[in-house]
């Protein structure tokens, strides 16, 4: 496979990862995230996405969280750890998070392909 379909099946397959994806990217001058701001930082970005949907289409609400339980926020970051697109610091019992040369390479590929 080449790198580019390699890069389309990640993307393919990431789902809801991608917001938290580009969380890291944005917030990559913080260095690390703990998976609570991650998660609260995520449903944000989501909410401002949707706003801006919903401009279009009001049938659309905005009181939509992506990420409303633990469970979830649990599977979509495994999902992402799993695939090598976020780099994860254990600090005692709390996972910090930062986006990996993978991670950024796929925001790189999903931005030149909208």
């Known amino acids: 496979m080449e790198k580019e379909e390699i890069l389309q099946v990640l993307e393919d397959n990431l789902g809801d990862g991608k917001y938290i994806l580009a969380v890291l990217q944005l917030k990559k001058n913080m260095n690390e995230i703990n998976k ?12 401002e996405q949707l706003e801006k949907k919903r ?6 609400k ?17 999902r992402i750890e799993g695939a090598g697109l976020v780099n994860v610091r254990e600090v005692g019992v ?5 986006i990996s040369p993978l991670g950024e390479e796929l925001i790189r590929h999903m931005n030149q392909h909208k």
């Not at 609570?36 to 909410?47: I, R």
């Not at 709390?94 to 930062?98: A, G, L, N, R």
């Open 36 to 47: 609570t701001e991650l998660k609260d930082l995520t449903n944000a970005l989501y909410s």
């Open 55 to 60: 401009m279009k289409d009001p049938s659309i």
């Open 62 to 78: 905005v009181d939509t969280k992506l990420i409303s339980t633990r469970n979830q926020l649990d599977k979509i970051t495994n």
């Open 94 to 98: 709390i996972k910090m998070y930062s």
